[in-house]
């Protein structure tokens, strides 16, 4: 049995090599451009929402960010 076999188990190891390995990366580049993705929708939303002390209040400025948002997550795809 090699360490990185389950005891009780052929000796398969428990981390794939090959096209696996290339699924993984594929799918945490994935995962890492949605985080992007979410981090930049967060930012829009917190822009629109933070008073800026040497400015009138927008009333429209909450809404605009909130929909930059969602294009924002719509073009990732989530």
Same mark, same amino acid.
């Given at each position: 049995?090699? &360490?990185?076999?389950?005891?009780?188990?052929? *000796?398969?190891?428990?981390?794939?090599? @090959?096209? *696996?390995? =290339?699924?993984?990366?594929?799918?945490? =580049?994935?995962?890492?451009? /949605?985080?992007?993705?979410? @981090? /930049?929708?967060?930012? %829009?939303?917190?822009?629109? !929402?933070? *008073?800026?002390?040497?400015? =009138? &209040?927008?009333?429209?400025? &909450?809404?605009?960010? %909130?929909? !930059?948002?969602? =294009?924002? !997550? !719509?073009? /990732?795809?989530?």
């Amino acid at each position: 049995m090699t &360490p990185d076999t389950t005891p009780g188990q052929p *000796d398969v190891a428990l981390h794939p090599t @090959g096209r *696996d390995v =290339e699924s993984a990366v594929e799918r945490v =580049e994935l995962l890492e451009a /949605q985080i992007q993705a979410l @981090g /930049q929708a967060i930012r %829009a939303l917190i822009q629109g !929402l933070e *008073d800026i002390p040497d400015q =009138e &209040p927008d009333p429209e400025r &909450p809404a605009r960010a %909130a929909r !930059l948002a969602h =294009e924002l !997550l !719509l073009a /990732q795809g989530l």
